[in-house]
Every structure is written in structure tokens, then in C-alpha cells.
């Protein structure tokens, strides 16, 4: 089948050194191709194609991204078009759109089960659909960084609430009102608890996609050349301009009053990530699994595309814990498609050791690290005590966590880490704060499992 689109499109039109479908960027490992997925949503016969692709054009190999984005890994020279055209050819890309750029354009962030979560204020799926269309057939917004992202959250016990977004919407229970608003704010996430942000005001569910088009076209308004994201906009213009200029924009009315200062959302629950959860309807269930370091391979691929297949109903998403998460599975088919997940190695209790640990490409993927944290963190799973988060980075551009994980051991040399703790996932000062300096793994695992750490204020060498 031919394409209008080839890998050089997207890096003609802009010189971006994010990778896409379209565009295969260089690693150490061979060439990467990310695919954005509408929602995390993969189909059975999508998770098929990239298995067949991966193996034919690429290492086998396939991560999924902190945003529920696939990365395939070690694409081979000579072999970029062909895999291009069969990614293609199952649907995926930026095709339905027309407009190579919406290959560059940020997935909205959802929560893996929208539509699904018995804890939700709104079905946020028709409206991230809505989002993304508009987002990806606006010409206009080929200007936008690759990087420039929007949250959409319907008030689910699942989701994602620590990565901070250039434009995050979050659905909020009015005392006074019955249709449902969103909360929003600039450059930040939704607030839990009180120390943080407060919203800045909310709009109607109906107004929220003719609001968030105005809100991008006042980025694009105002925004110096060198302002890629929100908070670059934010040193020069006051939220408030921003959301003024959006509101005489748009024509929508965005409602300010103290209820929505003072509205703190529900905390999440990450761990329903794992294992088996009931569905809004009360029958169906969503499972979900974690796979080592977020890492798969074409037969881990072939083995929920087959799990799909046997679920009717069954859909199949990638969540931003870099985990996956199958939908709608009738209880009679729980235990056996639990019992399959874990054959196919991926971890279904929050008791498991791979858990417990993240980690970005690494030495052997990645020129700007110091460490082989994939093969590091393997190392230390066993040893990182329970429920204790760690994530192992080979720099500090944090490629594999956009949220601060509890601990974090920065590579500063082959197998050897400074590592950093913090309480907070939206902590301001980076990783947090140092507490002991170029540990090797073994090292690091005493110090987590003493996990009354060193009652000093000042990092020691190891
Ligand atoms: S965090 Fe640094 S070392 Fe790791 S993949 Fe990203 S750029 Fe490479």
C-alpha cells in the first residue's frame, strides 16, 4: 500500500529531535520510532503488526513510554521506510489526520480507564477524541514543541496526577450545578492537597474543547520565540492575561469563584494499575500488568494481542506507570487471564519486586548515560523493600519518570549512583535532596533497606 507519508516528512517539516512514527531518531542501539496511541488504546490486530514490525525492522524490542506511548527500539539502517509503511498500514501514525505534523503533536493525557473507572466524575473518552483531532488538524499548532502536553482527568481512582502539563483539566463536583466543570491550571498538575496550586478557575465539560483550542492559540499569541511551554509564557504574562485572552477568545465564560480555590482533587490510587479492579457497570473488570522495567517483547506483544482477542469486548491500553492494562474482562476469564499475564513474565501484585523499580535505556541505548540502569535496576529489585519506588537514572533529563519517584539513583559513573529522596512527586528541587553519593547497587540496597536513612542533613561518600 503506498502512504502520503514517508520518515523524512516529519523531520522536513520540523527540526525536532523528539523521535515519532515518521520520524527515527539515532541511539546507541540502532534507530527509535515512537508511536503515539490515542488513549494508550492498542488493538489486537496493532499489537500483532508491531510484533511482526519489531522483529523484522527493529531489535524485538519495544518500551512503553511515561506518557502510554510505545517506543520501538534498535531499528535496523536501510530498514526505516518499510517499517514506516507497515505501522502504517495497521493504523497507527498520523494518516487520519492528513497533516504530517500530528505525528510531532503530544497524546492528551487520560487515565488508562476512562470510560471504565467506577470512581469517575466523567467519561472523559468522546472529549479526549475531540482533544486530539483538535489538536492534530489545527495548522497552526505545527508550531507547537513536540513537548507542549495537556492532561485531561475525569476524576478517576487510576490516573496519572504528577506529571506536570503545559494545560491540565481535572473534573470537579459543583455544590451549585449539575452538569459536570473541569478545573484547570497552567504549567502544573491538579491539586490534592492543600500546599498545592490551587485551579485557577473551571469551564463547563461542554465549553472545555473550544476553551482548550483558545487557551493553544493564546500560547501561540503571545509567546516569544524562544518560549517553548507554558511556564516559559508564565515569566512574561500572568495566568490571568493568559486566561483572559483565552476567554475573549473563545466566548466561553470561565466560572472563578472560591469553591474552585478551595477544591483539592481526590487523591489516586496507582496500585490499581495491578492486578484485577471492578468496572463501573459492576461486572466487567480491568487487569493490569507490569512488565519488567517497562519492556516488552514481540512475543510479550503477541501474548496480550492474543488475550485481547479472547476477551470479547476486551480492549487493550498502555498506561503511563509503563505498564499495560487489558478492559471489560468477564469474571469468568479473571483468573485465566491473570494466570496468563503472569506467564507471559509481567508482574499482576503490587508485591512483586518489578514493581518496585523504573529506569530509562541506559548505557546500552542511551550516549548520555553513565550506567547501564536496565541492567542495574534488575540487579536491585529483589533488594528494594516493599512498597518502596525507586527510579535509576543515566542522566538527569529523567527520561523514564516525568514524576519524581521517591528514591532516584543518578548514574555518575558505570554502576555507580548518587542517590536522592524526596516525599514529594511534584517536588520543585529536582530528584529532592542527596543523600549519599556514588553508591554501587549493592551499597544502594543497604541504604533502602536501612530505611531509616542517615539522620544527617549533609551527603556522604560511599
Ligand atoms: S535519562 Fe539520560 S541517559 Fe537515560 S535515556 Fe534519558 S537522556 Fe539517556
Known amino acids: 500500500m503506498s502512504h502520503a507519508f514517508h520518515s523524512s516528512d516529519a523531520s522536513a517539516l520540523r527540526p525536532?529531535?523528539?523521535?515519532?512514527?515518521?520520524?527515527?531518531?539515532?541511539?546507541?542501539?540502532g534507530g527509535i520510532c515512537r508511536v503515539k496511541l490515542a488513549g494508550g488504546e492498542l488493538s489486537a490486530m496493532q499489537a500483532l503488526?508491531?510484533?511482526?514490525?519489531?522483529?523484522?525492522?527493529?531489535?524485538?524490542?519495544?518500551?512503553?513510554?511515561?506518557?502510554?506511548?510505545?517506543?520501538?527500539?534498535?531499528?535496523?539502517?536501510?530498514?526505516e521506510d518499510a517499517l514506516v509503511a507497515a505501522l502504517l498500514d495497521a493504523g497507527l501514525g498520523p494518516q487520519n489526520t492528513g497533516h504530517a505534523f500530528a505525528d510531532d503533536v503530544r497524546n492528551v493525557m487520560t487515565s488508562p480507564v476512562a470510560g471504565r473507572d467506577a470512581n469517575a466524575l466523567f467519561d472523559t473518552t468522546v472529549l479526549t477524541r475531540d482533544l486530539l483531532t483538535l489538536l492534530q488538524s489545527d495548522t497552526r499548532f505545527a508550531a507547537l514543541s513536540p513537548k507542549f502536553s495537556l492532561?485531561?482527568?475525569?476524576?478517576?481512582?487510576?490516573?496519572?496526577?504528577?506529571?506536570?502539563?503545559?494545560?491540565?483539566?481535572?473534573?470537579?463536583?459543583?455544590?451549585?450545578?449539575?452538569?459536570?466543570?473541569?478545573?484547570?491550571?497552567?504549567?502544573?498538575?491538579?491539586?490534592?492537597?492543600?500546599?498545592?496550586?490551587?485551579?485557577?478557575?473551571?469551564?463547563a465539560a461542554s465549553d472545555l474543547a473550544t476553551f482548550a483550542r483558545a487557551l493553544v492559540h493564546t500560547f501561540l499569541d503571545l509567546a516569544a520565540p524562544d518560549d517553548t511551554r507554558m511556564r516559559d509564557l508564565l515569566t512574561a504574562h500572568s495566568a490571568q492575561s493568559i486566561v483572559t485572552h483565552a476567554e475573549r477568545k473563545s466566548g466561553v465564560h470561565v466560572l472563578r469563584d472560591a469553591s474552585i480555590q478551595?477544591?483539592?482533587?481526590?487523591?489516586?490510587?496507582?496500585?490499581?494499575?495491578?492486578?484485577?479492579?471492578?468496572?463501573?457497570?459492576?461486572?466487567?473488570?480491568?487487569?493490569?500488568?507490569?512488565?519488567?522495567?517497562?519492556?516488552?517483547?514481540?512475543?510479550?506483544?503477541?501474548?496480550?494481542?492474543e488475550l485481547a482477542?479472547?476477551?470479547?469486548?476486551?480492549t487493550l491500553r498502555m498506561t503511563?506507570?509503563?505498564?499495560?492494562?487489558?478492559?471489560?474482562?468477564?469474571?469468568?476469564?479473571?483468573?485465566?487471564?491473570?494466570?496468563?499475564?503472569?506467564?507471559?513474565?509481567?508482574?499482576?501484585?503490587?508485591?512483586?519486586?518489578?514493581?518496585?523499580?523504573?529506569?530509562?535505556?541506559?548505557?546500552?541505548?542511551?550516549?548520555?548515560?553513565?550506567?547501564?540502569?536496565?541492567?542495574?535496576?534488575?540487579?536491585?529489585?529483589?533488594?528494594?523493600?516493599?512498597?518502596?519506588?525507586?527510579?535509576?537514572?543515566?542522566?538527569p533529563r529523567s527520561c523514564a519518570a516525568a514524576h519524581r519517584a521517591p528514591y532516584t539513583?543518578?548514574?555518575?559513573?558505570?554502576?555507580?549512583?548518587?542517590?536522592?529522596?524526596?516525599?514529594?512527586?511534584?517536588?520543585?528541587?529536582?530528584?529532592?535532596?542527596?543523600?549519599a553519593r556514588g553508591l554501587t547497587i549493592d551499597e544502594a540496597a543497604d541504604v533502602l533497606q536501612a530505611s531509616a536513612l542517615p539522620p544527617t542533613d549533609e551527603p556522604f561518600d560511599a
Open 16 to 29: 525536532s529531535a523528539c523521535p515519532g512514527l515518521l520520524r527515527i531518531v539515532p541511539a546507541l542501539d
Open 49 to 79: 503488526a508491531i510484533a511482526n514490525v519489531i522483529d523484522e525492522h527493529a531489535s524485538g524490542i519495544v518500551d512503553i513510554t511515561n506518557r502510554a506511548n510505545l517506543q520501538l527500539r534498535g531499528v535496523k539502517r536501510g530498514h
Open 151 to 203: 492532561m485531561l482527568d475525569g476524576g478517576e481512582r487510576l490516573m496519572m496526577l504528577d506529571h506536570p502539563h503545559d494545560i491540565w483539566f481535572s473534573a470537579l463536583p459543583h455544590p451549585e450545578r449539575s452538569d459536570v466543570l473541569f478545573a484547570f491550571g497552567l504549567a502544573g498538575c491538579p491539586p490534592v492537597v492543600a500546599e498545592h496550586e490551587s485551579a485557577f478557575a473551571a469551564v
Open 262 to 305: 478551595h477544591w483539592r482533587r481526590e487523591p489516586a490510587d496507582a496500585s490499581r494499575r495491578l492486578g484485577a479492579h471492578r468496572q463501573n457497570d459492576g461486572e466487567r473488570r480491568h487487569v493490569g500488568a507490569q512488565p519488567a522495567l517497562g519492556r516488552m517483547t514481540s512475543a510479550t506483544l503477541r501474548g496480550l494481542a
Open 309 to 314: 482477542r479472547g476477551n470479547e469486548r476486551a
Open 320 to 395: 503511563p506507570w509503563q505498564s499495560v492494562l487489558l478492559t471489560d474482562i468477564d469474571t469468568t476469564n479473571l483468573d485465566a487471564t491473570l494466570h496468563t499475564l503472569e506467564a507471559l513474565g509481567l508482574a499482576t501484585t503490587a508485591d512483586h519486586p518489578l514493581t518496585r523499580v523504573i529506569a530509562c535505556a541506559g548505557s546500552t541505548g542511551c550516549a548520555k548515560s553513565h550506567a547501564d540502569t536496565k541492567a542495574d535496576a534488575l540487579k536491585l529489585a529483589a533488594h528494594v523493600p516493599d512498597p518502596t519506588q525507586v527510579h535509576l537514572s543515566g542522566c
Open 409 to 435: 539513583l543518578l548514574a555518575v559513573a558505570d554502576g555507580h549512583y548518587d542517590l536522592y529522596h524526596t516525599h514529594d512527586p511534584r517536588d520543585p528541587n529536582g530528584f529532592g535532596r542527596c543523600i
